[in-house]
C-alpha cells in the first residue's frame, strides 16, 4: 500500500452465521479523492464501514486504512482517521468547547494546540459567540458543520461521513459539502455515505452496493455513461431493479 492510497480491500468479506452482509468487496480510495459509499437500507454500507474503521473484525479477505491492517491493528486505525455518525456524534450536554476540547484530548492533542486550533475553529464557522452555548441548543446546519469539524480537527489522513447532511436544508448541504471539498484539498480523504443521490455528483468516484457487493465503481460521469442514464439517482434505480 502506498502513501498514495488510503484504503485498499480485498476481497472483504462479514458474515454472521449463514447470512453474508459484505460480500467479497474489491475497491481502492486514493488520497485526497471524494469517495462515495452508496447504497440502500441494508446493502452492507454500515457493515463495511465498521471494519474499515476498526469496529468489526472482518470474517474474510484482507483491507488496510490509513496504512494499517484491519485484522492486526485496529487500534491504530481509530488514531488515525476521523468519523461523524448520522445519528450526530456530540454531546448534546456539553458546550461547544468542551466537545472541542473532549475530542481533542481524545485524539492525544496537547492542550496549548488544543486551545490554539479551537479558537481558530470558533471563527472560521461564524460560532464564537456559541463557544460556552450547549450543544443541543445550536441550529442542526451548525451542529452538522461543527460535528465534521471536531471530526477532522487531528488532521486524520481520512474521514468516514455516514449520511453526514441528512435533515438538513438545501443551502446547509451545499455549505456542508464546500468544507469536504476544503478538507479534500488539504489532503484528508473523504469517504461519504449518503442518501441523496444528487450528492453523488460531488464525489470523485461513487461505489455502489446491492445485496452485499459493489456492483458499481466507478465517476459519476462514467457510470452515466455506462447505464445510459441522466442523473445518479437513474443509475441506482437501474442497478437495484436488475438485482
Not at 456559541?130 to 469539524?149: C, E, H, I, M, N
Not at 473523504?190 to 465517476?219: N, Q, W
Amino acid at each position: 500500500m502506498d502513501d498514495h492510497t488510503v484504503i485498499d480491500a480485498k476481497g472483504l468479506t462479514k458474515r454472521f452465521n449463514s447470512f453474508t452482509a459484505v460480500d467479497e468487496i474489491t475497491f481502492k480510495v486514493k488520497k485526497g479523492e471524494i469517495f462515495g459509499f452508496l447504497g440502500a437500507n441494508g446493502a452492507g454500507k454500515t457493515t463495511a464501514i465498521k471494519m474499515l474503521t476498526g469496529l468489526l473484525r472482518p470474517t474474510s479477505g484482507s483491507a488496510r486504512v490509513a496504512g494499517y491492517d484491519v485484522f492486526r491493528e485496529p487500534d491504530h486505525i481509530k488514531r488515525n482517521i476521523g468519523y461523524m455518525s448520522q445519528r450526530f456524534s456530540l454531546y448534546n450536554d456539553l458546550t461547544v468547547v468542551e466537545n472541542i476540547r473532549l475530542y481533542a484530548g481524545i485524539y492525544g492533542l496537547k492542550r496549548q494546540k488544543i486551545n490554539q486550533k479551537a479558537g481558530d475553529l470558533l471563527h472560521t464557522l461564524g460560532i464564537h459567540s456559541y463557544r460556552d452555548s450547549l450543544v443541543k441548543d445550536l441550529p442542526l446546519g451548525f451542529k452538522q458543520k461543527l460535528a465534521f469539524s471536531i471530526a477532522i480537527f487531528h488532521e486524520p489522513r481520512m474521514v468516514f461521513l455516514d449520511e453526514p447532511t441528512g435533515g438538513v436544508d438545501p443551502i446547509a448541504r451545499r455549505q456542508f459539502w464546500e468544507m469536504i471539498y476544503e478538507a479534500a484539498e488539504r489532503g484528508i480523504t473523504p469517504f461519504v455515505t449518503t442518501h441523496y443521490m444528487d450528492e453523488a455528483e460531488y464525489c470523485d468516484r461513487v461505489s455502489i452496493m446491492v445485496e452485499g457487493k459493489i456492483m458499481a465503481l466507478d465517476t459519476p460521469g462514467k457510470l452515466k455513461e455506462k447505464f445510459k442514464a441522466d442523473s445518479m439517482d437513474q443509475v441506482f434505480l437501474k442497478l437495484a431493479r436488475a438485482s
